[in-house]
């Protein structure tokens, strides 16, 4: 999906003005996606991000950051319909040996473009932990730590507009990061 650059710097724009506006790093991610009009989502779905900041509930796992980006290119790339005949997932695929074909399965070629989100911000950060952010900078109040989730919510940013803009060919060849597949 070519996106143009005044949609880009929007996005950009939109970051600064969620973080200001005190909106969560997932919901500054996804809303500046959605506010400058590359997710076409209403305002509200905003909401569907409130929940994942903090490593999902204040939790420290996955950055919230990260799960804004990867929302987003849900949001575009995700299956529209899930129970459909067209979308397939292997009954059993963590049977390697079971797997005749790979690509018959919708993971293999849907999931490399959301595997290297992933890979690309780990790449950045140095984690995908929240929890690692914080003890890097010694807790969560203070403002190094506030300083670093920044970093990390244009970094994401900056991550999920490669990928959205990736077309699909070139999405389909994109090595696999680490994954449970054992897909490379």
């Known amino acids: ?13 939109f970051v600064d003005e969620n973080i200001k506006a005190g909106l969560n790093c997932s919901e500054t991610v996804f809303n500046a996606l959605i506010r400058s009009g590359i997710v076409d989502l209403p305002h509200e779905a905003t909401a569907l991000a409130s929940g994942v900041n903090g490593g999902a509930g204040g939790t420290g796992y996955t950055c919230g950051a990260l799960t804004g980006a990867v929302m987003g290119l849900g949001a575009i790339y995700g299956r529209r319909d899930p129970i459909s005949d067209k979308a397939k997932m292997l009954k059993d695929p963590g049977k390697k040996s079971e797997v005749k074909d790979p690509k018959d399965d919708y993971r293999y070629y849907m999931m490399r473009r959301f595997n290297n989100v ?7 950060m140095g984690t995908t932990q929240c929890q690692d952010i914080i003890d890097r900078n010694n807790g969560y109040w203070n403002d190094e730590r506030q300083k670093e989730c920044v970093h990390c919510m244009k970094a994401a940013m900056e991550i999920a507009l490669k990928y959205i803009e990736m077309e699909q060919e070139e999405a389909n060849k994109l090595p696999y990061a680490v994954n449970i597949f054992d897909w490379e």
Do not use: N, P, T, Y
Request: no cysteine.
């Open 1 to 13: 999906m070519k996106i143009s650059e005044d949609k880009k710097a929007l996005a950009r724009q």
């Open 118 to 124: 992933v890979g690309d911000f780990q790449k950045e």
